[in-house]
């Protein structure tokens, strides 16, 4: 499905991004594994990548929130991978707390990480996309973005700050046959989330959590051929948990 494509995702070295790079290596893609800290576990990822699914994968530390270092990104993996076709920009962070309590160092960093790292990551890949006339951009958002969520004012903000980019984006790039995409996860079973499992489930319709390979398969189609014709679109994963948000 994906043979021949370059997958550059942010934030890959676990959770849900892990996932995304396994799925798209499935697929038939390299991938370009990005993470901030943590190189052990995206090495890891990366050699259980090319042992099991037999394509490239390489693995960059990277701090997205900084445009010198994602442009610098951008240029290793198109030596080492011949370029990219599909972004996507996982990378995220949280520090919660209510609004009157909330630091604004605390409130910068998230928007800066999650909304900010999304922009940075879009400009360095955008003038090979427009080169080639083609890029697949898939920007993970929040339901958080959509409904709100009390103590998470700084991510809700950011979250929805990429939507309103994925549309923008979607806009300007279309013509060149570039197409941006959010998707919206809900509650995602991972270890970061374990503790509040129980906490959440009675508010999802379909009572239960979802697993990270749920994002990661849809993260495979809109990277794939069959979404052409779908761009500026945000796309709720989260059991009917935001339905009407």
Same mark, same amino acid.
């Given at each position: 499905?994906?043979? %021949?494509k370059?997958?550059l995702?942010? %934030?890959?070295?676990r959770g849900?991004g892990?996932?995304?790079?396994k +799925?798209?290596?499935e697929?038939?893609?390299?991938?370009a594994?990005?993470f901030?800290?943590? =190189?052990?576990? +995206?090495?890891a990822v990366c050699?259980e990548i090319?042992?099991k699914y037999?394509?490239?994968a390489?693995?960059?530390q990277?701090?997205v929130?900084?445009?010198a270092?994602?442009?610098e990104?951008?240029k290793?993996?198109?030596?080492? @991978?011949g370029?990219v076709d599909i972004l996507?920009n996982?990378?995220g962070?949280?520090?919660?707390?209510?609004l009157l309590?909330?630091?604004e160092? #605390?409130? #910068? *960093?998230v928007?800066n990480t999650?909304?900010?790292g999304?922009?940075?990551?879009?400009?360095?890949?955008?003038r090979?996309f427009i080169?080639?006339?083609y890029?697949?951009?898939?920007?993970?958002?929040?339901?958080?973005?959509?409904l709100g969520t009390?103590?998470q004012c700084?991510?809700a *903000? =950011?979250?929805a700050g990429?939507?309103a980019?994925t549309?923008?984006?979607?806009?300007?790039l279309a013509a060149?046959?570039?197409?941006?995409n959010?998707?919206a $996860?809900?509650?995602?079973?991972?270890?970061m989330t374990?503790?509040?499992e129980?906490?959440?489930?009675? =508010?999802i $319709?379909?009572k239960?959590?979802?697993? $990270?390979?749920d994002v990661?398969a @849809?993260?495979?189609f @809109?990277?794939?051929?069959a979404?052409?014709?779908?761009?500026?679109?945000?796309?709720r994963i989260d059991?009917?948990?935001?339905? &009407? &948000?």
């Amino acid at each position: 499905m994906l043979n %021949g494509k370059t997958a550059l995702i942010t %934030g890959a070295s676990r959770g849900i991004g892990v996932a995304i790079a396994k +799925a798209m290596a499935e697929a038939g893609a390299d991938v370009a594994v990005v993470f901030n800290s943590g =190189s052990e576990k +995206a090495e890891a990822v990366c050699s259980e990548i090319k042992e099991k699914y037999g394509v490239k994968a390489f693995y960059y530390q990277c701090n997205v929130a900084d445009s010198a270092q994602c442009a610098e990104l951008v240029k290793k993996v198109t030596t080492d @991978l011949g370029g990219v076709d599909i972004l996507v920009n996982n990378a995220g962070i949280t520090k919660d707390n209510l609004l009157l309590s909330m630091s604004e160092e #605390d409130f #910068d *960093a998230v928007i800066n990480t999650n909304l900010k790292g999304s922009f940075n990551m879009i400009k360095a890949c955008g003038r090979n996309f427009i080169r080639k006339k083609y890029g697949k951009i898939i920007n993970i958002s929040s339901v958080s973005a959509l409904l709100g969520t009390a103590g998470q004012c700084n991510y809700a *903000a =950011s979250k929805a700050g990429v939507i309103a980019l994925t549309k923008a984006t979607a806009r300007e790039l279309a013509a060149r046959n570039i197409n941006c995409n959010a998707i919206a $996860p809900g509650f995602i079973s991972t270890d970061m989330t374990a503790e509040l499992e129980d906490k959440y489930i009675s =508010s999802i $319709p379909l009572k239960r959590a979802g697993a $990270p390979e749920d994002v990661a398969a @849809l993260a495979v189609f @809109l990277a794939s051929k069959a979404s052409d014709y779908i761009t500026g679109e945000v796309i709720r994963i989260d059991g009917g948990l935001a339905i &009407g &948000g």
